[in-house]
């Protein structure tokens, strides 16, 4: 894994992040994830998977002690779901509950937990897995960035394809897209927020 290209163009490729074993554990543990469809994951059985992979080493490595998942959320095209997204940066948190703490605003109530605005300087600690629990090709509505676009830079779009239990680990402030697939097949993607610090002002992670 390529961790001067996370620094400078706001992602790399992990080959193999995941290996066949442990991809049909967590189906196992989580059997919905088969299904296609845009969902938040609950974290807390989502946990357990993880304490039995080498991603929560690999993160603590990356971000200091501590560091544990904030946010899950599967991101899955197939029948059914034929969806894209535009441009855009993941700077918005999950948090527990509503509090008036400077510079967090645009509260939205997701039912599970809420969802806020947060600051650049918080947003620019955390990091994302995207672990493919499928193959991702160009048929298939694949991820499309922006490569140094979290340092402001300005390039054309790359579009990114991965194999069965790869990941990409991801800037938050890296401009990304999703591109509407050509083909319904599965393209399921486990996206999971990583971060190494409590919350200000009282306000806490949401952890459902």
Same mark, same amino acid.
């Given at each position: 894994?390529?961790?001067?290209?996370?620094?400078?163009?706001?992602?790399?490729?992990?080959?193999?992040? +995941? !290996?066949?074993?442990?991809?049909?554990?967590?189906?196992?543990?989580?059997?919905?994830?088969?299904?296609?469809?845009?969902?938040? +994951?609950?974290? /807390?059985?989502?946990?357990?998977?993880? /304490?039995?992979? #080498?991603?929560?080493?690999?993160?603590? #490595?990356?971000?200091?002690? &501590?560091?544990?998942?904030?946010?899950?959320?599967?991101?899955?095209? &197939?029948?059914?779901?034929?969806?894209?997204?535009?441009?855009?940066?993941?700077?918005?948190?999950?948090?527990? /509950?509503?509090?008036?703490?400077?510079?967090?605003?645009?509260?939205?109530?997701?039912?599970?937990?809420?969802?806020?605005?947060?600051?650049?300087?918080?947003?620019?600690?955390?990091? !994302?897995?995207?672990?493919?629990?499928?193959?991702? #090709?160009?048929?298939? #509505?694949?991820?499309?960035?922006?490569?140094? !676009?979290?340092?402001?830079?300005?390039?054309?779009? +790359?579009?990114?394809?991965?194999?069965? &239990?790869?990941?990409? +680990?991801?800037?938050?402030?890296?401009?990304? /897209?999703?591109?509407?697939?050509?083909?319904?097949?599965?393209?399921?993607?486990?996206?999971?927020?990583?971060?190494?610090?409590?919350?200000?002002? &009282?306000?806490?992670?949401?952890?459902?």
């Amino acid at each position: 894994m390529d961790l001067d290209a996370l620094k400078e163009q706001g992602w790399c490729l992990w080959p193999g992040a +995941v !290996s066949d074993a442990a991809l049909r554990a967590l189906e196992a543990d989580l059997p919905w994830l088969r299904e296609p469809s845009r969902r938040p +994951v609950p974290l /807390a059985p989502l946990n357990a998977w993880l /304490a039995r992979t #080498g991603l929560p080493d690999f993160f603590n #490595g990356l971000l200091g002690p &501590g560091t544990r998942p904030v946010r899950a959320l599967l991101m899955a095209k &197939g029948e059914g779901q034929d969806w894209d997204i535009g441009w855009h940066r993941d700077t918005t948190f999950a948090v527990k /509950a509503p509090r008036a703490v400077p510079g967090f605003d645009s509260w939205v109530d997701k039912g599970p937990f809420w969802q806020v605005q947060a600051p650049d300087e918080l947003v620019a600690q955390v990091r !994302s897995l995207r672990l493919h629990l499928d193959d991702s #090709g160009p048929d298939t #509505g694949p991820l499309l960035v922006k490569p140094g !676009s979290h340092r402001g830079l300005e390039a054309e779009p +790359v579009e990114l394809h991965a194999r069965q &239990g790869d990941a990409f +680990v991801m800037h938050p402030l890296l401009l990304h /897209a999703s591109a509407k697939p050509r083909l319904l097949i599965p393209r399921r993607v486990l996206h999971i927020e990583w971060a190494a610090f409590d919350l200000p002002g &009282g306000l806490e992670w949401a952890w459902f």
